[in-house]
C-alpha cells in the first residue's frame, strides 16, 4: 500500500483536516489545531506532503521523522509540528482501518475500562462568579470536574489573568470534591508560573497545564 495523494482542506477559513488516499482505496483523515488554518495549509501542502506521497503509510515512524527533520529551517515548532500532527493522526486512521482494528487495539490495548471525562470551559469572556456556575451546573451533570482557561494566552506576563480569583469562586461553589483544571495557555514567565502553582495549591489544583511556552 502506497500514499498516491495528501489533501489539505479548510472549512470555513479556519477548520483545517486532511485527507491522506492510497493505492489500495483506503483513505485515513486527520484534524489540525485551528490556529492559524492559513499557514498549516501552506505546510502541508508545499512542505510536507511530497515526503508522504509515494510511501507506506505503515512507516508512520519514519514518515514522521522525515516531517520533522528535512524542512528545519522553518522551524520545528508551532505550525510545523500541527501540520505534522494532522499528517500523523490521517496516517493511524489508515492503518486502522486496512487492519480492521481500533487504534487503541493496535496501540497496546485498552488500559481502564472507562475513563473519566471533565468539562472544558474555552470561554474567556466570564467572570470568577459566571465560570464558578458554569462549573456548577456541569458538576450537576455528573461530571467530575472542569478546566478554565483564566488568561491571555501568550502574555508574557503582560495580559488579563484571572486564575486564582476564578479557582476561588469554584472552591466556594463546587466544593472541596470536584476537580479543577487551569490552561492559561503559554501566559507566564516562569517565575510567575511557578508563584502562581504555589498558590493554586491552597486550592487542591491537580492540573496547571502549559503555564509556559516549551521554549521559554
Known sequence: MKVTKVESL????????????????????????????????????KALAPMVVGESPFDVERIWHRMFHRPYKLGPMGAQLEAMAGIDIALWDIIGKAAGKPLYELLGGRFRPKADVYASSMRRDLSPRQEAERALSFKEQGYRA???????????????????????????????????LIDPNNAYLPHTALKIGRKLEEYNVFHFEEPIPAYG
Open 10 to 45: 479548510v472549512l470555513l477559513g479556519r477548520f483545517h483536516l486532511v485527507r491522506i488516499y492510497t493505492d489500495d482505496g483506503i483513505d485515513g483523515v486527520g484534524e489540525l489545531s485551528p490556529m492559524n488554518a492559513a499557514v498549516t495549509h501552506a505546510l502541508v501542502e
Open 146 to 180: 472542569y478546566k478554565i482557561h483564566s488568561a491571555t494566552p501568550w502574555m508574557y506576563d503582560s495580559g488579563f489573568d484571572q486564575s486564582l480569583e476564578t479557582v476561588r469562586e469554584m472552591r466556594k461553589l463546587c466544593g472541596d470534591d470536584f476537580g479543577i
